[in-house]
Structure formats: C-alpha cells, structure tokens
C-alpha cells in the first residue's frame, strides 16, 4: 500500500508540472516516467506505476487552466477555453475562471462514476455501429455551429479552411523532427489557431487588480454546466477517434461562450477530467487507448480498474484543492504590462514550437497563425476553427481519408 501512494505523489507532481508549463502535457511527462521505466517498477511495481501515470493525467486536466487564463496559450484540451479565460484575467477575474474550472473539474468526477459503470457493462456491446456515427454526431455539430453563428457562409470557409489545414499537420506529422517528434504536432496547430492568433490582436494595458472570487455559484448553472461538461467529455472519451477539444466544440455548440463565459469554463472543465476516467474506461472494456498515458498504462500489467479510479478520485480532490490554492495568487500578476506579456508569450511559443516539432511546427504555426487571425477579422466565432481537428476526423470516420 505504501507504494500506492508514492505513486500517488509521484502522478501529482508530474501532472501540476505539465499543467503549470504552457505546452507540456501529461503525455511528455508520461513518456518521460518510460524512459525509467524498468527502475519505477522495481522500486514502486506495476499497479504503483499505473498509478501515478492516472495522477497525473487528471492532476493536469485541473491545472491546465492556470497556463491558458494567465497567458493566453492553449493545449489540446484547453483550446476554446482560453478565449473566455484570458477574457476573464483582463477583467480582474482570473481567480474566478481557474476556480471555476477546479468545480467543474470535482463535479465531473462525481457524475463520471456511474458512467464508467454504464459504459463499460452496456456500451461494448453496440461499439460497432456508435463508431460509424462519429462522423456523423460531428457533422450535425459542425451544422449547429454555423447555422447559429453571426455569418454560416464565413463560418464554413473558416472551418473548411483550418480542417484542411489540420488534414495537412496530421498526414505528413513525420515531417516533425523536434524532441517530441509527431506526438507534439497538436501544440503548434492550436497554438497558432487559439493562442498566437489572439496574442496579436489584444489590446494594451496593464493587469487590473485580481479579484479573489471563490468560484461557486449559488444558482443551478455551476450544476448544469458540469454535467452537460461530463456527458460532452464522457462521449469523447469513449470514442475513438475524438479528444477534449472535440469535445468543447460540441459544448460551444450549446454554450456560447460570448455570453456565458462562466458557464462554459465550467462546462469544459467537467469535460476534461471526465475524458480523462471515461478514456479509462475505453481502455478496461476494449482495450483501446484514446491519449499517451492510456498507451502507458496498457504497456505494464494492468490493475484492477477500481484502485485507478479510487486513486484518480483521490488525485482529484487533491488537485481540486492546489488550483484553488494558486488561483489565489492570481494578484502577483497586477501591474504586468499586457502587450508585453503578449510579445514575450509569443516567442516562447515559437521557441517552444521549434524545440518540440522542429521546423516543420514552425511552419504550422504560422499556417495556424494566419488562419487564427480570419474569426477577428470576419467577426466570426474562433469555434470556427476547430475544423483542423474536427474535418480530420469526421473523414476518418467515414472512411474517406
């Protein structure tokens, strides 16, 4: 048992580094933990070592949130989280919107429970015929999406255009030769789609005082937002095929984040940690992996899935409480002159680009860039570019690419 909890401690120190540092995933961290492999095994054993590999990957779904309100800068599960989040620190909220996140981060783990359950004794039996209707749940999302936006005509060329630009990055990701080689290739693409692209247009100023909000509502909306943030993360985390930013594009589909820009930082929040524990269940029930630490996980002698969910939960609770704790520091910030953050954010993620992909990131960067900037420009919604990850797999689905 002692062991279990070294692990435990090991999963969370890895998932708030990789949640604090713009750019870095659990992934890395989880490659990084098998370059060690053999030595974390003799001294913690398999079930310790699966252990914190789950740590970490639902400590950084609670953290990531920091990196993406303070600076701008997203990851693959924090994409269109980052505009009503950045939005909020400008305002003197920052505190708020990380918090935010943390409550609907703990809801999804209390609604994820009796849906691993039902995923795993209902759903296997029908995984045949729900995968050919991936592609089609998108393409009714994709519709939704433009019929309700200011202008579907722009909105299409939009999305048309960055799902091109995503078929592009994933089919020659080889190309990429930095230290994470084809598995960093998401990083440039929505950085240059969600991060970079908004950096450039942000206004001047300095960081307004920060407002120490603790993040609860008194109303039914916290509530609301986690489950419907659950259930969007609970179906992609299910699916192949579909990652967290598939799943915040279906839940800006309901929720516009222009208008209820709590609410939707609740609502994504809930989905990446439920993701996360439905992505486990993907892997228990049929043996699929659905991100990096999934395929960590089935390399070593699998546990029972019980003990990684209790220890999950239990990473959970303890995450839930260091974000709430950081997001309290959010007032160090006051006084930061906003456009030279912007600049500075900007080169550490062109930096950060050529390390992880080398030279072919760079020159997806400035492709994502260019497309990124189109939304301001047109007055269209930045949802429209999620097309770089939803097109791809929409074809895939349906066989077509």
């Not at 974390?40 to 740590?55: D, H, K, R, T």
Request: negative net charge; charged residues 5%; hydrophobic residues 55%.
């Amino acid at each position: 048992m002692p062991e279990l909890f070294a692990g435990l401690a090991l999963g969370l120190i890895m998932g708030i580094i990789s949640g604090l540092i713009p750019g870095i995933h659990a992934n890395t961290m989880a490659g990084f933990l098998l370059s060690f492999q053999a030595a974390v095994l003799l001294i913690l054993g398999p079930e310790a070592m699966a252990v914190s590999l789950f740590s970490a990957l639902i400590t950084h779904t609670f953290l990531d949130i920091i990196p993406s309100t303070v600076f701008g800068i997203p990851d693959a599960d924090t994409a269109i989280t980052v505009l009503p989040a950045h939005k909020f620190i400008l305002e003197g909220r920052g505190s708020e919107a990380v918090r935010l996140s943390a409550v609907g981060g703990l809801y999804a783990v209390i609604f994820s429970m009796p849906l691993i359950v039902i995923f795993c004794t209902v759903l296997p039996v029908f995984q045949d015929y729900i995968d050919w209707w991936i592609g089609i749940l998108l393409i009714a999302v994709a519709g939704i999406l433009a019929l309700s936006s200011e202008s579907p005509e722009w909105f299409t060329a939009v999305f048309l255009t960055s799902g091109i630009l995503g078929m592009f990055t994933f089919n020659y990701p080889y190309l990429a030769t930095g230290i994470a080689g084809q598995s960093g290739i998401l990083m440039p693409l929505l950085t240059g789609l969600f991060g970079i692209s908004v950096l450039l247009l942000s206004s001047g100023g300095v960081m307004p005082e920060q407002v120490n909000n603790s993040g609860w509502s008194r109303d039914n909306s916290v509530l609301t937002c986690s489950l419907a943030g659950t259930v969007a993360g609970a179906v992609v985390g299910w699916l192949p095929g579909l990652s967290n930013a598939s799943a915040n594009a279906v839940l800006a589909s309901f929720l516009n984040y222009d208008r209820d820009g709590g609410g939707f930082i609740v609502a994504t929040g809930a989905a990446n940690t439920a993701n996360a524990f439905l992505g486990l269940a993907a892997l228990y029930a049929l043996s699929r992996t659905r991100n990096g630490i999934m395929v960590a996980i089935s390399l070593i002698d699998l546990p029972p899935v019980l003990l990684l969910v209790a220890f999950g939960a239990l990473a959970a609770i303890i995450a839930y409480l260091v974000t709430f704790f950081l997001a309290g520091r959010m007032g160090i910030f006051k006084g930061f002159n906003v456009r030279n953050v912007s600049i500075a954010v900007i080169i550490f993620c062109v930096i950060l680009s050529f390390i992880l992909t080398g030279p072919y990131g760079l020159f997806i960067l400035a492709l994502a860039t260019a497309v990124g900037v189109v939304p301001s420009v047109i007055n269209v919604r930045r949802v429209s570019c999620m097309g770089a990850i939803m097109l791809p797999v929409i074809l895939w689905s349906l066989e077509l690419m």
